[in-house]
């Protein structure tokens, strides 16, 4: 059997990889930029981490969610404290696309309507209404277009109010920091007087935070950047460090009832334990701090390049614009400087997603391999 070829794949094969640095089957190092699509949050092989996920492996790996485990209550009062939304609760699943999937179908139930906003060069993943309320045609099968969705562009609050006034919406969903689409974010204003439109007509906020979430913008959560509450967060990507895991934080007035919601490997043990092990290191290492302070370096640094035209995103989640597209450059930095960087649907942007306990030094080792590129 071959694979199904939906891939294009650099010539690089890591076989081990520790912090920062992913090494390959030749025994050259990278430096990991891109922490394989912002999942890597606490580092390659973190000791805690690792330990933690051994520790429960040697125990018990799986058991269905037929019976109780300690190991979801643990995570959910730790997730509660660490992000200062203890007035949730906590569901969990196994991916980003999952996790707006249950948000999506959440507001669907509670509201009793069906269709959905979502925001010019959004990204939800790639199931079902996750990825009609995807701003991406192309990814979009007919069986997925059967959805009712609107897509608008932020920042336009009559567009907006035209729209959700109609009284049909259950969700509106959007990202505090665009991923794939490229940086762009809603400004405080329009992300205030959604919030507040939405509540006005019986809709509920949902706040993907599956790229931006779990530290990586500076904050917990990048929609605390902007002051406001929203009703259903999801979450997935950095919150298991490469451990596939994802949640929903349901707002506690959202109530739930049995069968509404379910999974067969979301929350497993070991799931469990690579989430709290993240959440534990974060706190202890302070890398939420860190993603803030290194952020704002890092813009410093970019500003010295002439050729770099625009410095979008918070925290580590970060891209730099060029008047070009960046295909070749990022080719140049895996094979000529072995750095790995992101792309996004903006042509033009590389986009730069490490471990939030990245240093000072490694931005520096960043940007002079960047300069010689150039
Ligand atoms: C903001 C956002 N939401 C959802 C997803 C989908 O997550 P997954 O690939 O884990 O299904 C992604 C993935 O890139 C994302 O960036």
Same mark, same amino acid.
Do not use: W
């Given at each position: 059997?071959?694979?199904?070829?939906?891939?294009?794949?650099?010539?690089?094969?890591?076989?081990?990889?520790?912090?920062?640095?992913?090494?390959?089957?030749?025994?050259?190092?990278?430096?990991?930029?891109?922490?394989?699509?912002?999942?890597?949050?606490?580092?390659?092989?973190?000791?805690?981490?690792?330990?933690?996920?051994?520790?429960?492996?040697?125990?018990i790996?799986f058991y269905s969610?037929?019976v109780?485990n300690?190991?979801?209550?643990?995570?959910?009062?730790?997730?509660?404290?660490?992000?200062?939304?203890?007035?949730?609760?906590?569901?969990?699943?196994?991916?980003?696309?999952?996790?707006?999937?249950?948000?999506?179908?959440?507001?669907?139930?509670?509201?009793?309507?069906?269709?959905?906003?979502?925001?010019?060069?959004?990204?939800?993943?790639?199931?079902?209404?996750?990825?009609?309320?995807?701003?991406?045609? /192309?990814?979009?099968?007919?069986?997925?277009?059967?959805?009712?969705?609107?897509?608008?562009?932020?920042?336009?609050?009559?567009?907006?109010?035209?729209?959700?006034?109609?009284?049909?919406?259950?969700?509106?969903?959007?990202?505090?920091?665009?991923?794939?689409?490229?940086?762009?974010?809603? $400004?405080?204003?329009?992300?205030?007087?959604?919030? /507040?439109?939405?509540?006005?007509?019986?809709?509920?906020?949902?706040?993907?935070?599956?790229?931006?979430?779990?530290?990586? $913008?500076?904050?917990?959560?990048?929609?605390?950047?902007?002051?406001?509450?929203?009703?259903?967060?999801?979450?997935? /990507?950095?919150?298991?460090?490469?451990?596939?895991?994802?949640?929903?934080?349901?707002?506690? $007035?959202?109530?739930?009832?049995?069968?509404?919601?379910?999974?067969?490997?979301?929350?497993n043990h070991?799931?469990?334990?690579?989430?709290?092990?993240?959440?534990?290191?974060?706190?202890?290492?302070?890398?939420?701090?860190?993603?803030?302070?290194?952020?704002?370096?890092?813009?410093?640094?970019?500003?010295?390049?002439?050729?770099?035209?625009?410095?979008?995103?918070?925290?580590?989640?970060?891209?730099?614009?060029?008047?070009?597209?960046?295909?070749?450059?990022?080719?140049?930095?895996?094979?000529?400087?072995?750095?790995?960087?992101?792309?996004?649907?903006?042509?033009?942007?590389?986009?730069?997603?490490?471990?939030?306990?990245?240093?000072?030094?490694?931005?520096?080792?960043?940007?002079?391999?960047?300069?010689?590129?150039?």
């Open positions: 059997m071959k694979l199904f070829d939906v891939y294009p794949l650099y010539n690089v094969t890591p076989v081990s990889a520790k912090g920062m640095v992913v090494i390959d089957d030749k025994g050259q190092k990278y430096l990991d930029f891109y922490g394989g699509h912002a999942v890597i949050s606490i580092g390659h092989g973190h000791p805690h981490y690792a330990e933690k996920l051994k520790n429960q492996l040697d125990k790996g969610n037929a109780q300690p190991l979801q209550v643990e995570l959910a009062t730790k997730l509660g404290k660490s992000s200062n939304c203890e007035d949730y609760n906590l569901f969990l699943c196994n991916s980003g696309a999952e996790a707006n999937e249950n948000a999506l179908k959440l507001a669907s139930f509670k509201t009793g309507k069906s269709r959905v906003i979502a925001f010019k060069n959004g990204f939800h993943g790639r199931t079902s209404a996750a990825v009609a309320a995807t701003d991406n045609e /192309k990814i979009n099968a007919p069986i997925n277009k059967q959805q009712k969705v609107t897509i608008l562009p932020f920042n336009d609050i009559a567009a907006f109010t035209a729209e959700i006034s109609k009284g049909d919406v259950c969700g509106v969903i959007l990202e505090a920091i665009q991923g794939v689409g490229g940086l762009d974010e809603p $400004s405080a204003e329009f992300f205030q007087a959604i919030t /507040k439109l939405t509540k006005e007509n019986g809709a509920l906020l949902i706040a993907d935070e599956v790229q931006c979430g779990f530290g990586r $913008s500076g904050k917990f959560f990048g929609f605390q950047h902007h002051d406001i509450k929203p009703d259903i967060i999801s979450i997935a /990507k950095g919150m298991g460090n490469g451990f596939p895991v994802g949640g929903v934080l349901i707002h506690e $007035s959202i109530e739930a009832s049995y069968g509404m919601l379910g999974t067969t490997f979301g929350g070991l799931a469990c334990a690579a989430t709290t092990a993240v959440l534990e290191v974060l706190e202890n290492e302070n890398l939420i701090e860190n993603a803030a302070e290194i952020g704002a370096y890092f813009k410093e640094k970019a500003k010295e390049i002439p050729q770099i035209k625009n410095i979008k995103g918070k925290g580590l989640m970060l891209g730099i614009e060029f008047d070009f597209e960046v295909g070749e450059l990022r080719k140049k930095m895996i094979y000529n400087q072995h750095i790995f960087t992101g792309g996004a649907m903006n042509k033009k942007l590389l986009r730069f997603l490490p471990a939030l306990n990245c240093t000072k030094e490694h931005i520096d080792l960043f940007f002079n391999a960047l300069k010689e590129e150039l």
